[in-house]
């Protein structure tokens, strides 16, 4: 039956795969662009306005009217890529003002199981509406003060998602507009320092190259350099932009009429030498390229040409060596960044009976961290701080997982003890349905297996997974569970709804309700429901995942568990319909509609033990076990179907139970 529902599902996944990938739906698609009315709507501002474009550094729109630039808006996508708990692009639109307050939010595209919690598009906008106000520049970070709007609660991850990318755009925009201070350089600081302090600090660097070094570099010359240990060239460099570098070297009048020639973007360069040779040449005065100097970052080359070249007659700081030439090189804003390393190449050459030799000497420069401004300081990841709130929640959780794993381990000695057996069963299966459930949220869904798949073919983020962690945690713990003992680790003992139906089962049988014994032969076939479920929605998902995730509302879970029936009567009548079934067929959710169940029942097959005992007689002299199973796992055969056991333990009990089992009843009559 298995085998035919796979059939069937496989052909149901290559029919919609296949159209997903003629119409190329729910693909990545291009980042929103905002209109006139949205930008108005999100800055406070009345139409009409002028949006333009920028690329660099960071994509977005400058938004200005009359009076001039008034904000500026960014896509989440666009900026940083931002992928929501379905695997799919999520993208919000996000306006920032001048000031560095965040002017508004709008949600445009997403494809989040949000909208199955009954989360209404008014709820959302309300939430991504909240944003409006925080203030960028709090010391604190952005997202610590009162006004953040609080997670949505049973639609954690997409909204924890929603506000990560929303605050971590708006941060990133306001530092490329230059809002906010983000790590450049510091144009604004003075400390007076000496010429010796500036070169211990590494704000000037120094190359020596001495005569014997250049004379052997350049042997072969016309005219040799002699050998000696007095300078060839000795290199000085420094940037100097920042007035506790500049204004230190040059003077206050020579720094300020320097940094006033520099266009939007540049940097100024202060090169110096002394020694035999030079290193502006002469050749520059005739072609206006200064071919003995290269500025190097990366791959980048830069030459330094006439235009923008200062000469530097004197310098301020009393105790800056004797230097035979000064000069200031302006470095473009393009293409060079001046917080990055970079390198200073002088080429000297001379020339030979076959040509040219020359020497080649670098010196590098790292602008040093005092001259920067600190970018503010940025939020915490969301995941980590989510761990921290949580983690009495998921110290909880584990403790129930490692005392399942004890019973599991120690299932040969429990199950000699049926009373034992019973009470810890009851009361695990409470714990599950109460704490597990209604208490921590901590349902399970196929919505969670379809959204893993989905960020495996899309790209894979750990941080998604991560925001909810208790999900996380029982995630993990099931995993584990399926390569030991199967998927009956989780439908047995840790699944709410599983619960709730196994003790309202319970209830009913002790008040003499009816039990239904469905045979075999439909059993099996009925089986073939849940299976080709699990596939449809997977398919689904490939073509649109709004419609995987309404076909996913054939779980229960979030109205009974997640939204404990506080939801629109057509969801509750669906639960209650399911919990009456369940009163006369115990587990009749799980045996025959659970998409969940038929998710982990696929890996479950690659289980690593065999923990369930039968006997050789089991099947064929006795088929207690068989009816004694309440959720029909056991064959008329006395095999136990791996694929629908849910590890109750019920048949080892009975094995076990010397005066319940026909086999140990024979055997102690003999």
Not at 151 to 166: C, E, F, L, P, Q
Request: hydrophobic share 45%; aromatic share 8%.
């Amino acid at each position: 039956m298995i085998r035919i529902a796979l059939f069937i599902g496989f052909h149901l996944w290559l029919a919609l795969a296949s159209v997903a990938l003629a119409q190329g739906a729910d693909g990545a698609g291009a980042a929103a662009v905002p209109s006139q009315a949205i930008a108005a709507d999100l800055l406070g501002l009345k139409e009409p306005l002028t949006l333009q474009h920028q690329s660099d550094p960071v994509p977005g729109w400058v938004v200005s009217d009359a009076s001039g630039t008034r904000g500026y808006i960014a896509s989440t996508w666009a900026v940083t890529g931002s992928v929501g708990y379905s695997g799919r692009p999520l993208d919000v639109l996000v306006a920032i003002d001048t000031k560095g307050r965040i002017g508004g939010a709008r949600l445009m595209r997403h494809a989040e199981p949000i909208l199955t919690l009954g989360l209404s598009d008014s709820d959302i906008a309300r939430f991504v509406g909240g944003f409006a106000g925080v203030d960028l520049s709090d010391p604190e970070g952005p997202g610590t003060g009162p006004d953040m709007p609080d997670i949505i609660s049973r639609a954690t991850v997409s909204t924890g998602v929603i506000r990560d990318s929303i605050l971590r755009t708006a941060r990133t925009l306001a530092i490329a507009r230059g809002v906010l201070p983000g790590g450049g350089i510091d144009r604004v600081s003075y400390e007076p320092k000496s010429w010796a302090a500036l070169v211990a600090q590494g704000a000037i660097t120094r190359r020596t190259v001495t005569l014997t070094e250049a004379s052997r570099a350049m042997a072969g010359a016309k005219v040799p350099v002699p050998p000696g240990e007095a300078p060839f060239i000795d290199l000085y460099m420094a940037l100097i932009d920042p007035p506790s570098i500049g204004r230190n070297i040059l003077g206050q009048q020579q720094f300020t009429r320097t940094v006033g020639a520099l266009r939007p973007g540049e940097t100024a360069l202060f090169v110096a030498s002394s020694g035999l040779t030079s290193h502006r040449g002469t050749a520059w005065r005739r072609s206006g390229v200064f071919d003995r100097l290269v500025v190097v970052q990366g791959d980048t080359r830069i030459a330094l040409v006439k235009p923008g070249y200062v000469r530097v007659d004197d310098l301020d700081a009393p105790d800056a060596p004797d230097f035979k030439e000064r000069s200031i090189f302006h470095l473009p804003g393009e293409g060079f960044d001046p917080l990055r390393p970079f390198s200073l190449e002088l080429t000297a050459s001379r020339r030979s009976e076959t040509g040219e030799v020359s020497l080649t000497t670098r010196l590098d420069y790292v602008l040093p961290i005092a001259h920067t401004i600190a970018p503010p300081v940025e939020q915490a990841p969301l995941w980590q701080s989510r761990w921290i709130e949580k983690r009495h929640q998921v110290a909880s959780v584990m403790v129930m997982m490692a005392f399942l794993t004890l019973i599991l381990l120690l299932q040969e000695w429990l199950v000699r003890r049926p009373r034992l057996w019973l009470g810890l069963r009851l009361g695990f299966l409470g714990t599950t349905l109460i704490w597990l459930g209604w208490v921590l949220n901590a349902q399970l869904s196929v919505v969670q297996v379809v959204a893993f798949v989905q960020s495996l073919l899309s790209g894979f983020h750990w941080e998604v997974f991560l925001i909810e962690p208790v999900i996380f945690t029982l995630w993990g713990g099931v995993a584990l569970g399926l390569l030991f003992w199967g998927r009956g680790v989780f439908c047995g003992w840790l699944c709410p709804f599983g619960a709730l139906q196994e003790l309202s089962n319970l209830a009913a049988r002790r008040l003499r309700v009816p039990q239904i014994n469905v045979p075999h032969a439909i059993h099996e076939r009925l089986w073939i429901i849940k299976y080709t479920l699990f596939l449809a929605i997977l398919a689904l998902s490939f073509y649109s995942m709004d419609l995987a995730l309404r076909l996913a509302e054939a779980e229960p879970f979030k109205t009974a568990i997640s939204m404990r029936m506080m939801r629109a009567w057509p969801f509750v009548a669906f639960v209650l319909a399911l919990l009456v079934a369940g009163l006369f067929i115990e587990r009749f959710y799980c045996r025959y509609l659970c998409p969940l169940g038929a998710a982990l029942a696929l890996p479950a097959k690659l289980k690593v033990f065999d923990w369930l005992h039968r006997r050789p007689q089991c099947g064929r002299e006795c088929r207690l076990c068989e009816t004694k199973c309440t959720v029909g796992a056991i064959d008329p055969l006395g095999r136990i179907n791996a694929n629908e056991c849910v590890l109750c333990l019920r048949c080892q009990v009975v094995m076990n139970d010397a005066a319940t089992c026909p086999i140990l009843k024979r055997r102690a009559r003999k």
